[in-house]
C-alpha cells in the first residue's frame, strides 16, 4: 500500500462497534430478511387467462406484466422466471399456467408503454429556485481519511416547477459559479406551454430578470420580492411592473401587497 512506512503515524479512523443487545429481535429480522411474500390481487386471477379455440391457452398483458415483473425483481432470465411462476401458482393450488417464455418475449414488445403525467393544460404558474449539489470525489475521502483540505466541488441545479401539480418543467446544471438570474431565460426555453405567472425568491431580484420574463410574454405576472437595497428604474411612462412592485412594498410591506404572509405571522 502507498505510505506504508508511515502508517503509524498516520491518522486513523477507528471502526464503529455495534453491540447487539435485543437479540430475539435481531434474529428475527434476519430471518425476515430470506422470507419470500407473494400476494397476487383476485382481480389479476379472474383475468388471467383464456381459452382459444384449439385449447391454448390465451394469456392477458395482466400475465405477461407480472412475468416481467417478477423478473426485474429477482434478476431472472425468461426460462427461470417461468419456473417461479409455476411454482407459485402450484402452491397456491390454482390451475392456471404460467406464460412460457417465448409467449413473454413476444407479448413484451407489444404491452402499452405507462405514459408519464403530462403537466395540466393551460396557462402555468411556475416557480423558479435553485439548489447546490455537492460533487464528492478523492478530494473529500482524503479530508475524512487523512484529514487533508480540499477545495469543495459545487453544482447548481436550477429548476422550474408547476405550481398546480408540483411537475417540474424544466432544469438546467451550471457551476457554482453562475448566478440564478442568468438561468431564468434558458429555464423559460424549455417550456412550450403558455405562462401565467413565474414566482421566484429575492435572489432573482434586478431589471433583467423582468426583461427576460417579459421576452417571453409581456402579460405574464411576476411575482419576486424585491431586496433591502432595490431602487426604482426611473423610466415614468410607462413605470416598468418591478416599479410597480416596489411601491406597493414600500406601501404595504410584500407579503401583504401580494395576499401573502409567512407561517406564522398573525395580525
Known amino acids: 500500500m502507498p505510505h506504508k512506512h508511515n502508517a503509524d503515524c498516520r491518522h486513523h479512523i477507528p471502526k464503529m462497534v455495534f453491540k447487539v443487545q435485543n437479540w430475539p429481535a435481531y434474529e428475527a429480522g434476519l430471518r425476515r430478511r430470506g422470507s419470500l411474500t407473494l400476494w397476487i390481487e383476485d382481480a389479476a386471477l379472474e383475468g388471467w387467462q383464456t381459452t ?5 391457452a390465451r394469456y392477458t398483458d395482466a400475465a405477461i406484466q407480472t412475468s416481467l415483473m417478477l423478473r426485474a425483481a429477482f434478476k431472472l432470465a425468461l426460462r427461470q422466471t417461468e ?4 411454482s407459485v401458482l402450484t402452491l397456491m393450488n390454482l390451475t392456471f399456467s404460467a406464460p412460457d417464455h417465448s409467449t413473454v418475449s413476444r407479448r413484451a414488445v407489444t404491452l402499452p408503454v405507462i405514459q408519464s403525467t403530462s403537466v395540466p393544460a393551460g396557462p402555468l404558474h411556475v416557480l423558479i429556485d435553485s439548489t447546490g449539489l455537492q460533487v464528492y470525489g478523492a478530494g473529500q475521502w482524503l479530508e475524512a481519511k487523512h484529514g487533508a483540505k480540499s477545495r469543495r466541488t459545487w453544482r447548481k441545479l436550477h429548476l422550474a416547477v408547476d405550481a398546480a401539480s408540483g411537475m ?10 453562475a448566478d440564478d438570474p442568468s438561468q431564468v431565460g434558458p429555464l423559460l426555453d424549455q417550456i412550450n406551454d403558455p405562462i401565467d405567472q413565474v414566482t421566484a425568491d429575492g435572489a432573482y431580484d434586478g431589471a433583467p430578470t423582468y426583461q427576460t420574463i417579459a421576452a417571453h410574454g409581456e402579460d405574464i405576472a411576476v411575482v419576486i420580492p424585491p431586496r433591502s ?3 426604482p428604474s426611473g423610466e415614468l411612462d410607462p413605470p416598468t411592473q418591478r416599479d410597480g412592485h416596489l411601491a406597493r412594498t414600500n406601501e404595504l410591506g410584500f407579503w401583504y401587497a ?3 404572509r409567512p407561517c406564522g405571522w398573525t395580525d
Open 52 to 56: 382459444g379455440p384449439n385449447g391454448q
Open 83 to 86: 419456473g417461479l411462476k409455476t
Open 168 to 177: 417540474i418543467v424544466a432544469q438546467t446544471l451550471t457551476d457554482q459559479d
Open 229 to 231: 437595497t432595490a431602487v
Open 258 to 260: 401580494y395576499g401573502v
